[in-house]
């Protein structure tokens, strides 16, 4: 997770001594902070400083019996502002820290989305009230990105045909049944896979892939909350890094029917983002758990 300090703005910070510092400028003078009590009894705590437009640096760790502040872990975080599932969700510790991932099975992708949680605190609480089982509720999804190219949209006549609503309903109805084990479902979703991959196998062989594609979401690596993504995008602006001054573009993309934000430090993206464009980055998947 510290790989991607730069995607906020701390490109130069490297050796320990900064980290240190920046840790204890977070603790000094932190814009918010959460506290509740994690499902082991003990005072949980986020403290968060905001170094640019919606994103910064959170500090955790747990207050003991005399309110001493013990430190666990730090990262960087931006954070979304589009609604990204209405799926269900289910959240998970990481075996290191008190850090949580979350998971929801987004029927748009026919996948399971899985990011870093990034509200720790408020999912306790939440948790308190509806158990620590599968939640329905919203996600706000959003993603740093080290590096990151901008590509020119495909052709309108190039663009595969997007489904309107009620095709787009009937999908994930399909998509769930087969999850559910429907043997019909599955046929037709296997049938519809073969003929895309015909469709592919015909085409690449005189077209360039990202011709034929025009969006993806796919996990990379073996961390499970990194994904390399291409998207449309909807909408960007730029802000600066208030200690480094270092530029910062916010990225908001339509990736696989899914709206997200993406956080990327200037001296590390390729192209000039433009509407109707696209963006691909292997970036790390960060979200939050709406409490409404």
Not at 24 to 42: A, P, R
Not at 143 to 170: F, N
Not at 203 to 219: A, G, K
């Amino acid at each position: 997770m510290h790989s991607f300090l730069g995607s906020i703005g701390f490109s130069k910070l490297s050796d320990l001594e900064d980290q240190d510092k920046l840790i204890q400028d977070v603790l000094t003078h932190f814009d918010f902070k959460n506290v509740s009590v994690n499902e082991y009894g003990h005072t949980f705590v986020e403290i968060s400083k905001e170094f640019a437009e919606d994103c910064g640096i959170t500090v955790c760790g747990e207050y003991d019996r005399s309110n001493l502040f013990h430190f666990d872990y730090y990262y960087p975080y931006y954070w979304g502002s589009q609604i990204t599932s209405y799926e269900s969700v289910s959240v998970n510790k990481h075996l290191s820290d008190e850090s949580y991932a979350a998971a929801c099975d987004d029927l748009r992708t026919g996948t399971t989305l899985i990011f870093y949680l990034t509200n720790t605190a408020e999912y306790f609480r939440i948790s308190k009230d509806r158990g620590t089982g599968d939640m329905q509720t919203s996600v706000t999804v959003s993603a740093l990105a080290k590096s990151g190219s901008v590509l020119l949209p495909v052709a309108p006549e190039q663009k595969p045909h997007a489904l309107d609503p009620r095709e787009l309903e009937e999908k994930n109805d399909l998509v769930e049944a087969a999850q559910n084990g429907d043997e019909d479902a599955i046929e037709s979703l296997t049938m519809e896979d073969m003929d895309t991959y015909t469709m592919l196998s015909r085409r690449i062989r005189h077209e360039d892939v990202y011709t034929i594609v025009n969006t993806y979401l796919m996990p990379y690596g073996m961390e499970c909350d990194l994904y390399n993504i291409m998207g449309e995008i909807t909408g960007f602006r730029t802000t600066r890094n208030r200690a480094t001054n270092e530029k910062l573009y916010q990225i908001s993309l339509l990736c696989n029917e899914i709206p997200m934000d993406v956080c990327i430090n200037e001296k590390d993206l390729e192209g000039e983002p433009e509407v109707g464009r696209r963006f691909k980055a292997i970036v790390w998947l960060q979200g939050r758990i709406n409490a409404g």
